[in-house]
Each structure stands twice: as structure tokens, then as C-alpha cells.
């Protein structure tokens, strides 16, 4: 902290109690609630709780919520050419994922294969593992 900020803040704070300002606060006597952050690497969290209190969503995770919806789109779609052309695009989103994560092989998200994914869209009643 800056050189006399702490003291200035110090004093707002003892003021704020003197006027009752931390009476009756919501919350009070109850554990906090503190978010699991464990699965986050730390130099991003902050960046994830910024994202987080603005309502917003890191841009791996609006990406595979695109995926998901393109995969059902996927499987409604009668028309095989249409079926090539938006797998291409999944394919291209799943790329874009894999290298958002910048993390090992192992847990990089599969690319669909257009052969077998339209040999199981033609199946009725299957749907795209995920």
C-alpha cells in the first residue's frame, strides 16, 4: 500500500465502526463463502474472479458452450453437405480450445471425424459421445 493510504483507511474504517456502518451487515455470524479455486492455475485466478463478478465467462469455457450447441445442432441436421460444413467448423472450434488450454495431449478434446461422426448421426436414436 502507499505510504499514508493505510493510515487514511485505518481511520475510515474506525469511523464506519463508531457510526454503527458494520452493524446488521447481511451475512453477519455466517461462514464466508469461499469459491473452490483449486482446479484454476494461480496466476489466472484473478483474472477468473474478475471475469467471474462481471457475470462473464473465461473464453475456454463460451467455446465449449458453442461446442455443445453446434454437437446437438449436429445430430438435427438432415442434410449431409450442411452436416461436412458445420463439422468443419466444430473441428475448428475444438482446435481453438486445445490450444486455448495450452495443456498436455492426454487432455486435449478430441476433433470429430467427419466418417464417423455422420456414420452415427445416420443412426437414429444415437447422439456424439462427449
Known amino acids: 500500500m502507499l505510504p499514508g493510504f493505510e493510515k487514511i483507511v485505518e481511520q475510515r474504517i ?3 465502526q ?3 456502518e458494520f452493524e446488521n451487515l447481511e451475512g453477519t455470524g455466517k461462514p464466508l463463502r469461499l469459491d473452490d479455486e483449486s482446479n484454476i ?5 484473478l483474472a477468473y474472479k474478475v ?3 462481471a457475470d462473464m465467462m473465461p473464453p475456454e469455457l463460451e467455446l465449449r458452450k458453442e461446442i455443445l450447441r453446434t454437437e446437438d445442432l449436429l445430430e438435427q441436421m438432415p442434410d449431409t453437405a450442411a452436416k461436412y460444413r458445420l463439422l468443419n467448423k466444430l473441428n475448428f472450434m475444438i482446435m481453438r480450445v486445445n490450444t ?3 495443456g498436455r ?3 486435449e ?3 470429430h471425424y467427419a466418417d464417423k461422426v455422420l456414420d452415427r448421426l445416420s ?8
Open 100 to 102: 486455448i488450454r495450452r
Open 41 to 45: 492455475p494461480e496466476d489466472l485466478r
Open 123 to 130: 443412426r437414429p436414436g444415437k447422439s456424439i459421445n462427449r
Open 18 to 20: 463508531r457510526n454503527g
Open 109 to 111: 478434446m478430441p476433433q
Open 51 to 53: 471475469l467471474r463478478n
Open 14 to 16: 474506525r469511523d464506519a
Open 105 to 107: 495431449i492426454e487432455f
